[in-house]
């Protein structure tokens, strides 16, 4: 088997199929999909036994216990392969996405993780656009930047099972487990690199979670990064409530920067969901709300895009 498909599931029935449907579609067919179901209220667990019935790749996975966290680390002890590619309920791989992946991994032995570009889709599958951002993890250590290695789509990535769970797998973060896992594997030695082509399809709605708890995520963001730059440079990490007192005793100046900037992107973000539903006046009154707090920024962002390609900070 040569690898390993975690697809966490909860209250995931609307779009399940999908997902489902285009892993079985790879052109790599050596490969297990590990369903970790979290008890949800929908249709959600008579799907996934509707695929494991016909299909014997196909692996229902009980979560010990709620959140993704502990879905993903349930399906990285499970996995039977020491590749393991991550897919989202809502997203979809385009079909040659395990064999270039699996061809890049061959190229780039060292690598702990890699990760791919993406399109963007809206609630019916429509492509709205790409996302992705490079990666320079030698440079990110140089400059203590984590900005260079820990943007990337989480369900893009193909990671090596030993060398995730040589850090512990995921911490149990309300948001941002991702991220603090890419830069944990970073500080520890490990190895990151992204493949510069689109392989998956990252699906946004008005309804997903990134939209619902973007504010907190940002603000995770930003903890988990400056414990990243802390761990580069020999320190401890600090705690949440620790982190929160530090940034109280910032400069006035300093603090109201970080907030605006913090808004602003939560409402660019807000924006890319209502522009992917096509409810076109919220989308431009986020984007105007955006554009008064960081305008110059904004428009730079804007200007690189196509078909506002709003990219994922953190998913």
Known sequence: MRVSVILPAYNAARFLSEAIESVLRQTVSDFELLAIYE???????????????HDSRIRII?????????ALNAGLLCARSELVARLDADDRMLPTRLERQLWFLEHHPDMSVICSYGYFINASGRRIGKAGNSVDAARGRRETDPLLFVQI????????????LAVNGYRNYPFCEDRDLWG????GGFQIACQEECLVEFRV????KSVREYAGNINACRWIDHNIIR???????????????WFKHQSLRKRLRERSLRRSQAELHVASRYYAD????????????????????????????????FPVIAE
């Not at 009980?62 to 502990?70: D, Q, R």
């Not at 789509?153 to 995730?164: A, E, G, L, M």
Request: net charge positive; aromatic share 6%; proline share 7%.
């Open 39 to 53: 008890h949800s209220h929908d249709s959600t667990l008579r799907v996934l036994e509707a695929y494991a019935k």
């Open 153 to 164: 789509i989480h369900p893009s990535v193909i990671v090596k099972r030993r060398d995730v």
């Open 278 to 309: 096509r409810r076109w006046f919220r989308c431009a009154m986020h984007v105007a709300l955006a554009m008064a707090l960081h305008p110059r920024r904004v428009i730079a962002t804007l200007a690189t895009k196509v078909v506002l390609r």
């Open 62 to 70: 009980h979560s010990p216990e709620p959140g993704l966290p502990a």
């Open 184 to 187: 944990r594997l970073i500080t």
């Open 231 to 245: 761990r580069l440079q020999g320190q401890a990490e600090m705690p949440y409530d620790e982190y929160l007192q």
């Open 205 to 208: 709605h008005g309804n997903s």
